[in-house]
């Protein structure tokens, strides 16, 4: 049986560029070809590798402004809920910066958490998971005695404000974050 029959009958294809495609044929010989992957595996797996939970830049950034404000911290907490990405223990209170598209910014104004055109009900449905475990992980934090403070990525362009907030959040002993 040639090479291409073969591929067929096991429910595989390829494409001419060499990239591979999965594909089923139905009960009435309908060939279903899902969306192929413009990228090759190795570019994929490139791009995909840069999507970190830990040390994003937007944490980074706020890292050093905490630190030059005077402010010592323990980094993502495992035995917190969500690991927050700055725990102040002995005041009892923790920042998480979000990216605003991961973590569906709610504010109309913010360009950054805009949806992808394309396969948008796995994106709704994903994001959508994202902002529940988000809203959990604070109502645990808050009943555990916890302060919660939540920045956006999109307001760390403006320093001096995101340090006011910052500083007001931490020297505040019945501040409520957010």
Known sequence: ???RERE??????????GVRVDYRIDRTDTVHLPRTDTLTPAARSERMSRIHG?????????????????YRYRLHRGDLPGKPDLVFFRRRKVIFVHGCFWHRHSDPN???ARLPKSRLDFWRAKLERNRLRDIENHKKLTEDGWQVLILWECELRDVARLAEKIRSFLE?????GH
């Open 54 to 70: 830990k040390d994003t830049r937007p944490e980074m950034t706020v890292r050093r402004l905490v630190h030059g404000l005077g």
């Open 8 to 17: 067929r009958e096991n429910g595989k294809g390829t494409v001419s560029e």
């Open 110 to 112: 913010c360009k950054l």
């Open 172 to 176: 505040d002993e019945q501040s409520q």
């Open 1 to 3: 049986m040639p090479e």
